[in-house]
């Protein structure tokens, strides 16, 4: 049946910057959609929370610490997931960050930071985790993106960068491992609630010109990008790759509107 398709059970997945936010959200998405899930950050605590969220919902997990700008841990993470389960099937990129300052006040430690956190780890856990991949002819790299991948922002200038970057990216990777039959999509997730975005929804001013800015009129739910994520680690999307698929409410095809109210 076509819902088959949809099925990830006996698939492998692994999710850097999983433990949080987002990645949470989409690390027990594709547990619940059947696969067995390694979810991985810097945080210990939050990794162990979320391996035993994995466990409860029946799948198989382990624990392991992971900064995505080391190539040391990403290597490591890569080496003990094949250890662990002798494949891996999905590979999710989630870690990121955000330092809001304008281009003066932005030092260069700063920039550096965004991009090796939302750039430099993708390219990093692609570059390790597709070795198995391109051996077995078969895989699905799913890399999130932003609204700043697509249009600019006040105070964003390293991390609308990076963004563009993971887009891009994602792009060239797909091209480039196509042919070992591995598809590289990326989600653009527009404005939800998280701990990173926190700031912004706190200032009513800038929470109502998001809500005005957003033809669905709210902001989203980490929930609401689980779908999309199971579509395209999933082999429901096999002939999908290159691709960037926005979960906005709507945002990104907002002009102006010039209804009559």
């Known amino acids: 049946m076509i819902f088959d398709q949809f099925n990830l059970a006996g698939k492998v ?16 998405g594709l547990a619940e959609a059947g696969a067995d899930v390694v979810s991985t950050s810097r945080n210990s605590a939050k990794v162990a929370d979320i391996s035993n969220k994995i466990k409860a ?16 841990d990403i290597r490591t993470l890569s080496e003990k997931s094949l250890e662990f389960y002798g494949k891996i099937d999905i590979l999710v990129n989630g870690a990121g960050v955000n330092i809001r300052k304008n281009v003066v006040q932005m030092t260069y430690n700063d ?11 993708v390219f990093l ?26 249009v600019a922002m006040s105070n964003s200038c390293a991390y609308a960068a990076s963004k563009g970057g993971v887009v891009q990216l994602t792009k060239a990777l797909a091209v ?8 590289v999509n990326a989600v653009l997730p527009g404005y939800f609630s998280t701990e990173m975005t926190e700031p912004i929804m706190q200032n009513s001013v800038t929470y109502n010109r998001i ?27 096999k002939f999908i790759t290159g691709e960037t698929l926005a979960v906005d409410g709507g945002f990104l095809s907002f002009g102006v509107d010039l209804a009559l109210k």
């Open 57 to 72: 919902l029946g799948r198989n997990t382990f624990e392991i610490q992971t900064d995505a700008t080391s190539e040391k």
């Open 13 to 28: 997945a692994v999710v850097v910057g999983g433990t949080g936010g987002i990645g949470e959200a989409l690390s027990l």
């Open 176 to 183: 480039e491992l196509s042919k070992y039959n591995i598809n």
């Open 125 to 150: 856990s692609s570059k390790y985790f597709s070795k198995n991949m391109i051996e077995r002819k078969y895989g699905k790299i799913l890399n999130i993106g932003s609204l700043t991948s697509v």
């Open 211 to 237: 809500i005005e800015r957003t033809p669905m009129n709210r902001i989203g739910t980490v929930d609401e990008l689980i779908g999309t994520a199971i579509f395209l680690t999933s082999d429901a999307s």
């Open 111 to 121: 920039w550096a930071t965004v991009l090796k956190t939302n750039l430099d780890s």
